[in-house]
């Protein structure tokens, strides 16, 4: 059986924006999560944000992490590259060090990486959740990578009518940020840090987004993704309780992969049980999560934390929100394999 890459939607909801929109809270990103299928190393978020009314520079976060704790980042605004690929289409997304290139619409994406960036710990950014503290060393990092995908993408609000509506009428759907989607891939290419070059075979959680993103009530969430060398795969995002005791969003899938029997399509789910950030750790935590379908069978798939980077700020006298972006190792039905996870959660819900 052949799977529909492209999950229905048009092709035109993967090119880029060709100029600055008219909008100036019109926003569109770039951002993509990948691994290895070692737990030596890992991209736990490297992205671009686009803002219409500071369109001359886009905004870049990039983030290492490894087994032995050390963690790099970019953040910073990066001049904008041209978006028009050599067939004059707009394909590129690119701020400074950093760039996205569209090759075929929900098939096949391009990263290339050449800057320099902070070289520091995941014990330092706990540390720096209070001081905001910025280590002094610098090291040179030079990625080039291809992301295969091979699972349809997840539009958020598509599988679940009660996730599309919260979308639609409460803060969830402004949080989101406008129309948003998910695709997982095979990835490949060289991670090059310093003098110590890498070769990277594994996969990638790459996300589209263009709308207007407000963030200001944001509450926590939690977000899991990981694709198994079947072709076996799932993801899912889910924000903690309202106070008000409305239906907060809820909204994941498991897919089986492309099957002779009628395989080859997301299976809507709801998470029963998500590991919410409670406290800053290193390796080893647990990070299960529990899933329902739609036919009432519950799915659990285990998880294990291997290599977080943390962000975020936790003023003194206030509260703010802590972040955690990390690679977790995933085991259900019998596969293991790595995949992204990033949590989130109000400063005073979490031992810092």
């Known amino acids: 059986m052949t799977i529909d890459l492209t999950g229905g939607l048009p092709d035109a909801r993967e090119f880029v924006f060709p100029a600055q929109p008219e909008n100036p809270d019109m926003r569109e990103s770039v951002n993509a999560w990948i691994w290895d299928d070692g737990v030596e190393f890992g991209l736990p978020r490297v992205a671009i944000e686009a803002v219409a009314d500071q369109w001359e520079t886009h905004d870049l976060q990039v983030n290492f992490a490894f087994a032995d704790g050390r963690a790099l980042q970019i953040f910073k ?56 503290e910025r280590s002094p060393d610098r090291v040179q990092v030079d990625v080039e990578l291809e992301f295969e995908h091979v699972v349809p993408p997840w539009e958020n609000g598509a599988l679940r009518e009660e996730a599309a509506y919260v979308l639609e009428h409460q803060e969830e759907g402004a949080l989101m940020g406008g129309p948003r989607f998910e695709q997982l891939a095979r990835a490949t290419g060289t991670v090059n840090v310093g003098s110590v070059e890498r070769t990277l075979r594994g996969g990638a959680l790459r996300i589209r987004r263009q709308g207007i993103r407000r963030l200001a009530t944001f509450w926590g969430h939690a977000w899991q993704s990981s694709l198994f060398p079947s072709g076996r795969a799932f993801g899912y995002i889910v924000y903690p309780e309202r106070a008000d005791g409305k239906p907060t969003y809820n909204e994941g899938y498991l897919f089986e992969g492309a099957r002779s029997d009628g395989g080859g399509e997301l299976v809507p789910a709801r998470i029963v049980q998500a590991p919410w950030l409670r406290d800053c750790q290193g390796a080893g935590e647990d990070v299960s999560v529990v899933m329902e379908t739609a036919d009432g069978r519950i799915h659990e798939i285990a998880g294990e934390l291997q290599l977080p980077t943390y962000h975020g700020m936790v003023p003194e006298d206030g509260v703010g929100l802590v972040l955690q972006q990390s690679i977790v190792r995933y085991t259900y039905d019998g596969e293991t394999a790595n995949g992204m996870m990033e949590r989130s959660m109000p400063s005073d819900l979490v031992d810092v």
């Open 77 to 132: 605004p990066g001049e904008v590259h041209d978006p028009l690929g050599a067939d004059g289409k707009p394909r590129v997304l690119g701020a400074g060090a950093l760039s996205f290139e569209l090759v075929e619409p929900f098939r096949k994406w391009r990263m290339h990486l050449h800057g320099e960036a902070i070289d520091t710990t995941a014990a330092a950014q706990i540390a720096g959740l209070r001081t905001m």
